[in-house]
């Protein structure tokens, strides 16, 4: 039906910068809300940035002013640009998405997730 592939996540210094990348594959009629969430070991999963179908943002008051998130409605794609990165960054990272697909026969309304993404920021 429908799928999130994630991409971008690894290794990096403190201070440094990534970006995250999600695609939403399949029989897409249109996407409501996406972003991106992470867990970190022991952890509860956290929202930590989302963006409207119009283009509203939000953030996680820990990564305002390093984080930007961005998505581009003809590739049904979001991203996620990380800078300034901190060790308490470190985390799975995963892309959420609310959509509306259709089966040949109608549309529902699905609230999926990607695989997830590690990303560690170390020296």
């Known amino acids: 039906q429908v799928q999130l592939v994630e991409s971008g996540g690894g290794l990096v210094q403190p201070g440094g910068s990534l970006r995250l990348s999600c695609v939403a594959a399949?029989?897409?009629?249109?996407?409501?809300?996406m972003g991106w969430y992470r867990q970190a070991p022991g952890n509860q999963r956290e929202l930590v940035a989302t963006v409207s179908s119009s283009g509203r943002t939000n953030y996680a008051d820990s990564v305002k002013g390093r984080f930007t998130i961005s998505r581009d409605n003809t590739k049904n794609t979001v991203d996620l640009q990380m800078n300034s990165l901190k060790p308490e960054d470190t985390a799975v990272y995963y892309c959420?998405?609310?959509?509306?697909?259709?089966?040949?026969?109608?549309?529902?309304?699905?609230?999926?997730w990607g695989q997830g993404t590690q990303v560690t920021v170390s020296s």
């Open positions: 399949g029989s897409i009629v249109s996407i409501n809300g």
């Open positions: 959420n998405a609310n959509v509306v697909y259709s089966n040949g026969r109608a549309t529902a309304t699905i609230n999926i």
